[in-house]
């Protein structure tokens, strides 16, 4: 009843001073809470003087023995707790009926892995009598290896038998090294100093000290220090190089930084650094899991900050995204042969930009360019494995034993028979033609090669201004490029209007009604609520609720011209991002497009991939094929692509177009299921024997890729 009493005696004090009683009543409840005092998880490291256990180790083992063995032999024993506490266990019997036994099985399984691991070196105590150990049996082995147990203190049980504690992981914290973050280059790499040494410039008083991730595990106090070529002042850091030049009048001035690529250590933060073991795991672990930046960073410290020894901050997202964006750009440099320069104090995002405009190669990926697997490649075929009497517009795997549509215009169902009574005609010559009369002039190394191209109608944000597709200089709620943002980012957003905006609007005094209309439709609220409605609209079909109304476009159709827009209040997005795949999923190259997926922009991508005619695909394969074939043809074009690569549609758009376009039904189709395309059609075998046709490569990768990008 204490608190009772505590809490109506508070009522009858003034304010400030029954608050007062309220906390100590507080305090005294939280007092009688049973409480839970942490218990260390890890014994220290053994406090044992270097004579003693020098002593000991000549004493037992010789002193010839090496510096390598004796550390296994002190880290076998400490790294194993549980095998010693069960030992000691049977060495310090407790019950009736109980043995004491001087070697355990325990100690005796512990001998045998230490002879297993050390069986490999030559400096081995295992040694044969002709060697320089002789002697050493396991059962010797093992009784040295208990008293060196109790020298250093890993016994549970005192003299006397009495149990002290269980053994735990004993701590490495003592033993932790001192590390120092310095370049990896010992001579200085300009071509004019000539190998020149490299001299310490950090002072004493400058030299930085970090928490420094390795591996998995965080180390305190590492100190970052600074490297200088005294001929041409570069000065070398641990992650870059930071060159230095000279103005005319003899005044030092900076040249840039240098990203290493080979670098053993990245700055991440203001007081952190971390190896290239953290820094890939991050970038492996993001590919590997399609994960975020956040999710990773609630992975890596519900698993590995909290057993942390030492004190030191959760890592944050945006040391983790700085991880990423650097491993990512080394990565990259590496497989294109360069280094990416960049300025003084340039920010995550600006950095990211410099390293796409160096190395970016207009989308082209260098590490894919080459790419060959069994899943891109087939072998080159002259003759198809499978000749038969099918309509050419048939497609393997899904017009078997049956009628193939014919197209809706009449006209074209004359020219789609007489491809069929042709076809069959040319079946009956190959099958009554002898194999022996098939001349093969064909080189085993020829290779076929295809490339899936697609675009997703989900690009980044723009440039407003009329015709210019450049980056936003604020991506949060900006609307301009660079640019253009020092040109009108003062102004009315209001097209044509030069008026100066009004201060927390976008607007001029005169065109208010015109941003108070934007914020009123766009605003976050009723953005939420035409979301909402139109969900349900979707999903409930309720009679009060408004129709969506859907157009659905060919797929070889140009997308309709959106409204257009009196005013610059909201960036505009690319129309779609456009890649070229391998059949297996490799991202080859990819670009953005502004306005349409025009069957010209997808030629121009095209041929500044392919400038080469060697370099070009046996087969391209893009949705709206037909199209592009069309308008490869108008514009002179197909003189060019005809000699090395075919256009064909994937084999969902083409079931659905063949009938109404004959171009489509003649050129694109993916799998002629009479043989006519050889090298689109492979045999393979099934479990039990027969053999059976497939694709030989697969045409939706894109519809497969596009889920994880998103």
């Not at 809706?408 to 169902?413: A, E, L, T, W």
């Amino acid at each position: 009843m204490f608190e009772y009493a505590v809490t109506q005696y508070a009522r009858s004090l003034p304010l400030g001073i029954s608050w007062i009683c309220y906390f100590l009543a507080f305090c005294w409840l939280l007092g009688g809470i049973p409480s839970v005092v942490a218990v260390p998880t890890q014994d220290p490291f053994p406090n044992l003087s270097f004579g003693i256990f020098s002593g000991f180790i000549q004493q037992n083992f010789g002193q010839d023995i090496s510096l390598s063995t004796v550390l296994t032999i002190l880290f076998t024993l400490i790294d194993n707790p549980d095998i010693l506490n069960l030992h000691s266990r049977q060495q310090n019997p407790q019950l009736l009926g109980e043995k004491r036994e001087s070697l355990s099985g325990w100690i005796k399984v512990l001998t045998r892995a230490l002879r297993d691991r050390l069986d490999d070196t030559q400096d081995s105590p295992f040694a044969s009598a002709e060697g320089a150990y002789p002697g050493f049996t396991n059962d010797a082995m093992a009784h040295k290896l208990i008293a060196l147990s109790k020298l250093l203190g890993l016994n549970p049980y005192d003299s006397n038998g009495r149990l002290c504690g269980k053994l735990k992981e004993v701590s490495k914290k003592e033993i932790s090294p001192a590390l120092l973050l310095c370049s990896e280059s010992m001579e200085c790499q300009t071509a004019a100093c000539h190998g020149r040494a490299i001299h310490l410039r950090s002072r004493d008083r400058d030299i930085s000290k970090v928490t420094l991730i390795k591996g998995s595990t965080f180390y305190e106090k590492a100190m970052v220090v600074i490297g200088e070529c005294k001929s041409c002042n570069t000065l070398y850091h641990a992650d870059h190089e930071h060159g230095v030049g000279k103005t005319h009048d003899g005044r030092p001035i900076a040249t840039g930084n240098t990203y290493l690529n080979s670098a053993k250590y990245l700055k991440i933060g203001q007081q952190i650094w971390a190896d290239r073991v953290f820094s890939s795991a991050i970038l492996n672990g993001v590919y590997s899991f399609h994960a975020s930046t956040a999710a990773f960073v609630q992975f890596w410290n519900d698993s590995f900050w909290r057993n942390q020894t030492v004190n030191c901050n959760k890592v944050s997202r945006r040391q983790v995204w700085q991880a990423f964006v650097q491993e990512s750009i080394r990565r990259v440099a590496a497989v294109s042969g360069e280094s990416l320069e960049y300025p003084d104090r340039v920010s995550i995002d600006n950095l990211t930009g410099l390293a796409f405009a160096y190395l970016g190669q207009g989308g082209l990926i260098e590490g894919a360019r080459n790419h060959s697997c069994t899943e891109c490649t087939q072998p080159f075929k002259e003759v198809a494995d499978h000749i038969t009497g099918d309509d050419p517009a048939a497609v393997l795997g899904i017009d078997e034993n049956r009628a193939v549509p014919l197209p809706n215009n009449p006209d074209d169902v004359v020219r789609a028979q007489e491809d069929a009574a042709q076809a069959r005609a040319q079946a009956e010559v190959a099958l009554m033609r002898d194999d022996d009369d098939v001349v093969m002039d064909v080189d085993n190394e020829d290779v076929v090669k295809m490339v899936v191209l697609d675009g997703i109608v989900m690009g980044p944000q723009h440039c407003a201004y009329e015709n210019c597709t450049e980056g936003l200089a604020n991506a949060r709620n900006g609307v301009f490029c660079l640019l253009h943002e020092d040109e009108r980012g003062h102004l009315c957003r209001v097209k044509n209007c030069n008026n100066p905006k009004q201060i927390r609007t976008q607007a001029c005094a005169q065109h208010q009604g015109n941003w108070h209309s934007h914020i009123v439709r766009h605003g976050r609220q009723s953005l939420l609520g035409i979301r909402r409605m139109l969900r349900r609209t979707e999903e409930e079909r309720l009679e009060w609720l408004p129709r969506r109304q859907e157009n659905n476009q060919p797929h070889d159709e140009d997308a309709p011209a959106g409204p257009q827009r009196n005013n610059y209040f909201v960036a505009p997005r690319f129309y779609c991002v456009e890649t070229i795949c391998a059949p297996c999923g490799v991202v080859i190259a990819w670009d953005k497009f502004a306005y349409a997926e025009s069957p010209t922009n997808i030629l121009n991508f095209l041929e500044r991939v392919y400038p080469t005619e060697g370099s070009r695909p046996d087969y391209i394969c893009i949705d709206k094929a037909c199209k592009v074939l069309r308008t490869c043809v108008a514009s002179g074009r197909w003189e060019i692509w005809s000699q090395t690569s075919c256009f064909i549609v994937d084999s969902y758009h083409y079931i659905n177009h063949r009938v109404q376009d004959y171009l489509c039904r003649k050129w694109c189709n993916p799998a002629p299921l009479n043989g006519s395309a050889p090298n689109l059609v492979v045999v393979e075998r099934d479990r039990h024997g027969e053999e059976h046709y497939k694709r030989a490569f697969n045409t939706q990768v894109s519809d497969l890729i596009y889920p994880i990008r998103k």
